[in-house]
């Protein structure tokens, strides 16, 4: 008996899905990274012996307004991306309703924050979060990108040999 209302219910929905119309909106597809670096002498810049941090984690939470005719909705998500072994962290988003490009970048916000490092030789927190990007409409149709700015962790001692005082 439950074999059969399982049946029905995808049969169903085989139903109304080809009875929905696809939506003739214009979704961006967005792209959300940024880097984290190890900053050896704690100056909050990336020096000639700064490194990038492969296995970093990062929380990245945005914030996109969608517009449409009938509707203004926000969309809200927090995620947690680990960095590649270039330490750039990267979030896809394939497709948002009601988000053109040149309006994703005047309405919408990205934040990343630093969780933790993969290194013991880096892992006291330097540049914890940042909310400043900057976005911009690729060359491809309708995707936008946010580039944020980098995060860094520390040594818990800094290389007087390397950096000086």
């Given at each position: 008996m439950k074999m059969l209302s399982i049946k029905r219910a995808r049969s169903s929905s085989r139903t109304l899905s080809r009875e929905i119309q696809p939506s003739?909106?214009?979704?961006a597809h967005i792209t959300v990274m940024g880097f984290v670096y190890c900053d050896i002498c704690s100056n909050n810049t990336f020096s000639k012996y700064s490194y990038f941090i492969p296995g970093a984690e990062?929380?990245?939470?945005?914030?996109?307004?969608?517009?449409?005719?009938?509707?203004?909705?926000?969309?809200?998500f927090s995620v947690n991306r680990t960095t590649n072994r270039h330490g750039v962290y990267r979030l896809d988003i394939p497709s948002v309703d009601g988000i053109a490009c040149?309006?994703?970048?005047?309405?919408?916000?990205?934040?990343?924050?630093?969780?933790?490092?993969?290194?013991?030789?880096?892992?006291?927190p330097g540049y914890r979060t940042t909310t400043n990007q900057i976005a911009f409409k690729s060359k491809q149709a309708n995707l936008c990108i946010y580039s944020l700015f980098p995060l860094n962790f520390r040594?818990?001692?800094?290389?007087?040999?390397?950096?000086?005082?």
């Open positions: 003739k909106r214009i979704n990062v929380q990245i939470d945005c914030k996109f307004k969608a517009s449409s005719p009938r509707t203004k909705e926000q969309i809200t040149a309006e994703a970048a005047i309405a919408s916000t990205c934040e990343a924050r630093l969780m933790w490092s993969s290194l013991d030789s880096c892992n006291v040594p818990s001692k800094i290389d007087t040999s390397l950096c000086g005082n």
